[in-house]
């Protein structure tokens, strides 16, 4: 007993120890031009696992891997093991406006998640992961000297950091072997930094700095549900369904604009005002899956999902919106993903690549913002591999996401990538008694 609180409490520790990591500057950091508006770029969710079958999850059992995008998938694991997954994150980038081409790469931290048994049926999850990510440096010089007229060029620069993250409490409990339900209770905190700095090179005029600092807090609830039947001696289907609270945030938002020249600053404007007073929402969202599984071969996929942001308070928050030279809009967002696994023989003892699990997926995404009346839509393939490691369930995951967000018309940016994932899924026996004493 005294073993198991000291591994709880281990548990503990190293949760509160990543949420930390997480929240300092760089640990988390992607780059987009498209996360300079509204809460920048909303993460990816899922592991490896998930992540390398084109995001699903909704409808998907499985005793080897952690699925949190269900709360009810808990459940479908060995009731006797403690189970942990921990992933990183390489992407490259590739932009493209007109003649105007750049490149950028980055490496993160994108979940730390933990579950193990609470009674029986039943199982408990806690973790923590990004949800949305700001990440942007943009440089210009205006020399038009129609515009400029005596003031000299003026150089414009313009750039963002921060993100949101989760840390979320889950439960499940399964009913008659084949409905399980789930909840889910979600903590966002994180900050975010956008500033604007214009400088003449005529030092008669003084630079000028702008920005906007948002410290964001806030909670929600998450619901979902499986029920699993059989189809015949050796194919079952899954349908899933999630609901997720739209939920009121807190925190402050700092909006400021400074006058510089040499050593003397003054203050142009400077306002704070509460989150809850300007009216920010998360949106609600729903997602429904199915899925089928032959044995322990094969499975397949489908997921959507919907969330409503159309409320969500940030078309007229200088924070949020105007940051950009685009017409900012938040609207609904929607996403399609599929995918397929296969395992060719999981107890070959010959043929080690017979053992693994290969993956492959496809996804569309359509963002939660238009600009200028345009939607932002992503579309991509993505592929992955488990090497499994000797000792019950454990295994190294790969994975790779091929894909494009928006295009080159109405001169929009295009922003292609190629994002590579690595997960490492630890199982352990902890409540085995022994047979001897």
């Known amino acids: 007993m005294i073993r198991r609180i000291e591994k709880i409490f281990l548990l503990v520790v190293s949760l509160i120890m990543c949420s930390t990591a997480f929240a300092q500057d760089g640990t988390y950091g992607?780059?987009?031009?498209?996360?300079?508006?509204?809460?920048?770029?909303?993460?990816?969710?899922?592991?490896?696992?998930?992540?390398?079958?084109?995001?699903?999850g909704i409808a998907t059992r499985n005793n080897r891997y952690i699925n949190y995008l269900n709360p009810a998938a808990v459940t479908a694991r060995?009731?006797?093991?403690?189970?942990?997954?921990?992933?990183?994150?390489?992407?490259?980038?590739?932009?493209?406006?007109?003649?105007?081409?750049?490149?950028?790469?980055?490496?993160?931290?994108?979940?730390?998640?933990?579950?193990?048994?609470?009674?029986?049926?039943?199982a408990f999850m806690v973790g923590i992961t990004p949800y949305s990510d700001v990440g942007y440096d943009f440089s210009s010089i205006e020399n038009n000297p129609d515009i400029i007229g005596n003031t000299g060029n003026i150089s414009y620069d313009s750039y963002g950091t921060g993100g949101i993250y989760q840390v979320f409490l889950g439960a499940g409990v399964t009913f008659w072997k084949k409905l399980s339900v789930g909840a889910e209770w979600i903590y966002y905190f994180g900050n975010i930094d956008k500033v604007t700095n214009m400088d003449y090179s005529n030092s008669s005029y003084r630079s000028v700095n702008s920005g906007s600092e948002l410290d964001i807090r806030g909670t929600t609830g998450k619901f979902g549900l499986q029920y699993e039947q059989k189809l015949g001696d050796d194919v079952s289907m899954v349908i899933g369904a999630t609901y997720k609270l739209s939920t009121r945030m807190k925190g402050y938002s700092t909006n400021y604009r400074y006058a510089n020249q040499s050593s003397v600053t003054d203050t142009l404007?400077?306002?704070?005002?509460?989150?809850?007073?300007?009216?920010?929402?998360?949106?609600?969202?729903?997602?429904?899956?199915?899925?089928?599984?032959?044995?322990?071969?094969?499975?397949?996929?489908?997921?959507?999902?919907?969330?409503?942001?159309?409320?969500?308070?940030?078309?007229?928050?200088?924070?949020?919106?105007?940051?950009?030279?685009?017409?900012?809009?938040?609207?609904?967002?929607?996403?399609?993903?599929?995918?397929?696994?296969?395992?060719?023989?999981?107890?070959?003892?010959?043929?080690?690549?017979?053992?693994?699990?290969?993956?492959?997926?496809?996804?569309?995404?359509?963002?939660?913002?238009?600009?200028?009346?345009?939607?932002?839509?992503?579309?991509?393939?993505?592929?992955?591999?488990?090497?499994?490691?000797?000792?019950?369930?454990?295994?190294?995951?790969?994975?790779?996401?091929?894909?494009?967000r928006a295009s080159t018309r109405n001169n929009m940016i295009r922003e292609r990538y190629a994002m590579f994932v690595i997960g490492f899924n630890i199982h352990d026996i902890w409540f085995r008694k022994n047979q001897y004493q």
């Open 30 to 56: 992607a780059y987009s031009p498209y996360s300079i508006y509204g809460i920048g770029d909303i993460s990816k969710e899922g592991t490896a696992y998930n992540k390398s079958m084109g995001g699903v």
């Open 78 to 122: 060995d009731s006797l093991s403690f189970m942990a997954d921990f992933g990183l994150q390489q992407s490259n980038n590739v932009y493209k406006q007109g003649d105007i081409k750049s490149a950028h790469n980055t490496f993160n931290i994108y979940n730390f998640v933990m579950t193990f048994p609470i009674w029986r049926s039943s």
């Open 269 to 404: 404007s400077y306002n704070v005002d509460t989150l809850a007073a300007s009216g920010l929402r998360f949106g609600d969202e729903i997602g429904v899956g199915i899925s089928f599984k032959g044995r322990d071969k094969w499975s397949a996929e489908l997921n959507y999902l919907r969330s409503n942001w159309s409320n969500s308070g940030m078309d007229t928050h200088k924070g949020f919106s105007a940051m950009g030279s685009s017409v900012f809009s938040s609207t609904v967002s929607q996403s399609f993903r599929a995918g397929f696994e296969i395992t060719p023989n999981r107890n070959d003892i010959r043929y080690y690549f017979r053992k693994c699990s290969y993956r492959a997926g496809i996804y569309y995404d359509q963002a939660y913002y238009k600009l200028d009346g345009n939607n932002i839509n992503s579309m991509g393939i993505t592929l992955g591999i488990t090497l499994p490691i000797p000792r019950y369930y454990n295994g190294v995951s790969l994975g790779v996401d091929f894909g494009q």
